[in-house]
């Protein structure tokens, strides 16, 4: 797959990641894909939340150790 945006959330805590999610995806384009990898357990229900309410598709959520990895695709 290929990803065409990567945010590195690592280390931040709530609202952070969630917010630097919502302002990513709002400049990015339609069928384009982003990354989130988070240290946060917060954002597997926070972001899966915003993509839901805002049309995106969540194409894949990991918990990979201490990370939270989230691969959406823009609307």
Do not use: F, W
């Not at 990567?6 to 339609?30: D, F």
């Not at 069928?31 to 989130?36: M, N, P, S, Y």
């Not at 990898?37 to 918990?63: C, F, K, N, W, Y």
């Amino acid at each position: 797959m290929n990803i065409d945006k990567e945010i590195n959330a690592r280390g931040l805590n709530c609202p952070l990641p969630l917010m630097k999610t919502k302002k990513t995806l709002k400049e990015m384009g339609s069928g384009q894909v982003l990354r989130v990898i988070a240290t946060d357990s917060g954002s597997m229900p926070d972001i899966l939340e915003l993509v839901t309410e805002t049309g995106h598709t969540m194409l894949d959520q990991q918990h990979v150790g201490n990370e939270y990895i989230h691969t959406i695709r823009c609307k």
